[in-house]
């Protein structure tokens, strides 16, 4: 069955849940919030939905119910590799349900015929300067298909908010196509100074990658394929998929909402970490002239710290314990580059840094999260330009971003519009709060 059809399934099931809590609980208190979180960023205010993902602070992620060895576990595969197809990934992220081989290669078939991006875009992404961050040319890239959205014609022409959903996820599907060439365009035009190769109809979506980008080896599509998966959702509050479901939810189209969420992700507290990181490492093994002793990566943690600078890679807004996403890559990394200079690096850090943060006693999650060690695997496979793993980590992040937003359409999720106060407003309710009574 289509993936198409299968949602349609599911959605009048999900709007009478929702309907039926709204209308019964709709007074129940979920959280209470305090000046601080207020003012902290509204850190862990209990305050958005989503079905698709779910950090445990203490497990870390679940993709519908499903820990990351659960979900390696499960999918279907592609003859002979380790890691499964991202099209049966993404019809678990948007079903909810694992998909047979079946279901997954229907996505991957949805998604090759969809794969084609108007040469025009390759255009207006080249014609950048040289100097251009790749994640400004795939934000870019990505509006300079906007014309195409589905949803927005179908809006212009009149429709049914029960029929929102429909063409969002013709435009997700679209764009989760198309989006691998562009990242591939970006690549082989900046730091290769030729084209990239058309998508491969015998390859599936993550080999498709490996073979534009001109990785073509079995290991690198397998990191492709395990790299997307692994970067798809981290339920909804990170800056990258918030920033799409607030723009989406003025029901701007997908193209729209996802270039925002990419300029979000570029933020060195979220999605550049993956590049920050990959420098640290650089520095430290230009320092030391090698891989450090223990007492020497101490010494120089503490030096990044005493500078003001955080440790990119370490410390979560959720998470408390090691990012299940970064021990998933440690793994991958014993398995195919146990002896790689970088990799050892990455290992003792992981060893060393923990231990620094928790002395110094501000970090409230000390440990690595996915980003301390991904460009590591990427730069073992000959992709050393660390300014484009961001890009990298958008690709599997559309997958997530784009599940969501199909489902927000299909929930009739309403304009996302908090409400602000003034300090002094604060003030009042901060003498009121603290008065005897
Ligand atoms: N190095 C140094 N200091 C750190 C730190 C780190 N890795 N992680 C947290 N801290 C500091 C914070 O800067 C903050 O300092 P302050 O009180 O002087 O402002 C203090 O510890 C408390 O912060 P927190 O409540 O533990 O973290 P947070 O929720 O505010 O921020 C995060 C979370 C990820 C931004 C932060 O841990 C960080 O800056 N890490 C490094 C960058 C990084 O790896 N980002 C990627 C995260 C994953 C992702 O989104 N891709």
């Given at each position: 069955?289509?993936?198409?059809?299968?949602?349609?399934?599911?959605?009048?099931?999900?709007?009478?849940?929702?309907?039926k809590l709204v209308k019964d609980y709709g007074?129940?208190?979920?959280?209470?919030?305090?000046?601080?979180?207020?003012?902290?960023?509204?850190?862990?205010?209990?305050?958005?939905?989503?079905?698709?993902?779910?950090?445990?602070?203490?497990?870390?992620?679940?993709?519908?119910?499903?820990?990351?060895?659960?979900?390696?576990?499960?999918?279907?595969?592609?003859?002979?590799?380790?890691?499964?197809?991202?099209?049966?990934?993404?019809?678990?992220?948007?079903?909810?349900?694992?998909?047979?081989?079946?279901?997954?290669?229907?996505?991957?078939?949805?998604?090759?015929?969809?794969?084609?991006?108007?040469?025009?875009?390759?255009?207006?992404?080249?014609?950048?300067?040289?100097?251009?961050?790749?994640?400004?040319?795939?934000?870019?890239?990505?509006?300079?298909?906007?014309?195409?959205?589905?949803?927005?014609?179908?809006?212009?022409?009149?429709?049914?908010?029960?029929?929102?959903?429909?063409?969002?996820?013709?435009?997700?599907?679209?764009?989760?196509?198309?989006?691998?060439?562009?990242?591939?365009?970006?690549?082989?035009?900046?730091?290769?100074?030729?084209?990239?190769?058309?998508?491969?109809?015998?390859?599936?979506?993550?080999?498709?990658?490996?073979?534009?980008?001109?990785?073509?080896?079995?290991?690198?599509?397998?990191?492709?394929?395990?790299?997307?998966?692994?970067?798809?959702?981290?339920?909804?509050?990170?800056?990258?998929?918030?920033?799409?479901?607030?723009?989406?939810?003025?029901?701007?189209?997908?193209?729209?909402?996802?270039?925002?969420?990419?300029?979000?992700?570029?933020?060195?507290?979220?999605?550049?970490?993956?590049?920050?990181?990959?420098?640290?490492?650089?520095?430290?093994?230009?320092?030391?002239?090698?891989?450090?002793?223990?007492?020497?990566?101490?010494?120089?943690?503490?030096?990044?710290?005493?500078?003001?600078?955080?440790?990119?890679?370490?410390g979560h807004g959720v998470l408390r314990k090691?990012?299940?996403?970064?021990?998933?890559?440690?793994?991958?990394?014993?398995q195919y580059m146990p002896d790689d200079k970088?990799?050892?690096?990455?290992?003792?850090?992981?060893?060393?840094?923990?231990?620094?943060?928790?002395?110094?006693?501000?970090?409230?999650?000390?440990?690595?999260?996915?980003?301390?060690?991904?460009?590591?695997?990427?730069?073992?496979?000959?992709?050393?330009?660390?300014?484009?793993?961001?890009?990298?980590?958008?690709?599997?992040?559309?997958?997530?971003?784009?599940?969501?937003?199909?489902?927000?359409?299909?929930?009739?999720?309403?304009?996302?519009?908090?409400?602000?106060?003034?300090?002094?407003?604060?003030?009042?309710?901060?003498?009121?709060?603290?008065?005897?009574?």
């Open positions: 069955m289509k993936i198409k059809d299968k949602f349609a399934e599911k959605v009048p099931e999900w709007r009478e849940r929702v309907r007074d129940v208190k979920v959280d209470e919030v305090t000046i601080s979180q207020v003012y902290g960023g509204m850190r862990n205010i209990k305050s958005l939905v989503t079905d698709i993902s779910y950090v445990d602070p203490n497990e870390g992620i679940r993709f519908r119910g499903y820990t990351i060895p659960e979900v390696l576990e499960k999918l279907p595969k592609p003859p002979g590799a380790k890691y499964p197809y991202v099209g049966g990934l993404y019809y678990l992220l948007l079903i909810g349900e694992i998909p047979t081989e079946e279901d997954a290669l229907e996505v991957e078939q949805e998604w090759k015929e969809r794969n084609d991006v108007p040469e025009y875009v390759c255009g207006v992404i080249n014609r950048m300067p040289d100097d251009t961050h790749p994640i400004p040319q795939f934000s870019q890239g990505i509006l300079a298909l906007q014309r195409n959205s589905k949803f927005a014609k179908r809006y212009q022409e009149g429709m049914n908010r029960d029929e929102y959903w429909e063409p969002m996820l013709e435009d997700s599907l679209d764009l989760t196509a198309k989006v691998t060439s562009i990242a591939a365009c970006i690549y082989r035009h900046k730091y290769k100074g030729d084209e990239a190769p058309p998508p491969d109809p015998n390859l599936d979506y993550g080999a498709n990658f490996a073979h534009m980008v001109g990785i073509p080896t079995k290991e690198y599509e397998e990191l492709s394929r395990l790299y997307f998966l692994l970067h798809s959702d981290h339920e909804s509050g990170n800056v990258s998929a918030h920033t799409a479901h607030l723009v989406a939810s003025a029901l701007s189209d997908i193209y729209f909402s996802f270039s925002a969420a990419m300029n979000g992700l570029a933020g060195p507290l979220h999605g550049l970490a993956n590049q920050e990181s990959l420098r640290w490492l650089m520095d430290v093994l230009e320092k030391f002239n090698g891989v450090p002793s223990k007492e020497e990566l101490e010494g120089f943690a503490w030096d990044t710290l005493n500078s003001g600078l955080v440790i990119p890679g370490y090691t990012d299940p996403r970064f021990s998933t890559l440690l793994e991958f990394g014993k970088l990799f050892k690096l990455a290992n003792l850090v992981y060893d060393v840094v923990p231990q620094v943060l928790m002395e110094q006693g501000k970090a409230k999650d000390p440990w690595p999260n996915v980003d301390a060690i991904s460009g590591v695997l990427q730069y073992h496979y000959g992709v050393k330009e660390f300014d484009f793993y961001t890009v990298l980590f958008g690709i599997g992040r559309l997958l997530g971003v784009s599940a969501n937003i199909v489902w927000a359409r299909a929930l009739g999720q309403p304009l996302e519009r908090p409400k602000s106060l003034t300090t002094q407003m604060l003030e009042e309710i901060a003498i009121q709060a603290k008065e005897p009574a």
